[in-house]
C-alpha cells in the first residue's frame, strides 16, 4: 500500500514538473522604469500607499518628482465603490459588487509614452444579509483589502510585461 502511494507522489511530482509550471515570481520592471515618478491624481487612495512599496520590491526606485532620466507612472482615476447588484422583493438591496477602477499610463524617461493609457477594472460580488448586518461592513473592508492587493499585482503585471520580448 505504501509503495502505491510513493508511486503516485513520484508520478504526480513528474507529471507537475514535465508540464512547465512554476509559481509566480515577483514582477521585474524592464530597465526603462527602473527610476520611477507615481503621479496620482488622488492622493488619498489606496494606491498612493501601497503602490510606491510593490514598485520598490519590482527592483524601481520611486522619486518624489519628475525630471530628467525618470519615468512616469500616470493614474489619472481610481475608483473604488459598491454598486448595486440586485433588489429583493421588500425593495432592499440583496447583493452589491465592489468595483474598483484604475486606469494607468507609463512614460519612460525620454517622453516616450511605453504604456498607453488603459483601464483596469476589478470587481467582487456580495450578498448583504440583513440579519447580519454588523458584519456587512466587515465584509466590505475585507473586499476593499483584497481588490487593492490585486489591484497592485495587476499594474505590476502590466508593467513588467514591458519588458518581455514580443513572440
Request: aromatic share 4%.
Amino acid at each position: 500500500m505504501r509503495i502505491s502511494w510513493r508511486a503516485i507522489i513520484v508520478v504526480a511530482a513528474l507529471a507537475l514538473a514535465g508540464c512547465g509550471f512554476h509559481l509566480r515570481e515577483q514582477a521585474q520592471l524592464p530597465a526603462s522604469l527602473t527610476r520611477l515618478h507615481l503621479a496620482i491624481a488622488d492622493p488619498g487612495s489606496l494606491l498612493h500607499r501601497d503602490l510606491p512599496d510593490a514598485l520598490e520590491r519590482a527592483g524601481a526606485q520611486v522619486e518624489d518628482a519628475a525630471g530628467p532620466g525618470i519615468a512616469t507612472l500616470r493614474i489619472p482615476l481610481s475608483t473604488l465603490a459598491p454598486e448595486t447588484l440586485s433588489v429583493g422583493a421588500t425593495a432592499r438591496v440583496r447583493e452589491y459588487t465592489m468595483r474598483y477602477r484604475v486606469e494607468i499610463e507609463a512614460v519612460d524617461a525620454n517622453g516616450a509614452v511605453v504604456l498607453p493609457r488603459q483601464l483596469i477594472e476589478l470587481s467582487r460580488d456580495y450578498t448583504f444579509d440583513e440579519t447580519q448586518a454588523l458584519g456587512v461592513a466587515a465584509q466590505e473592508d475585507e473586499l476593499r483589502k483584497q481588490l487593492q492587493r490585486d489591484m497592485v499585482q495587476a499594474i505590476l503585471r502590466r508593467l513588467a510585461a514591458l519588458g518581455r520580448p514580443t513572440v
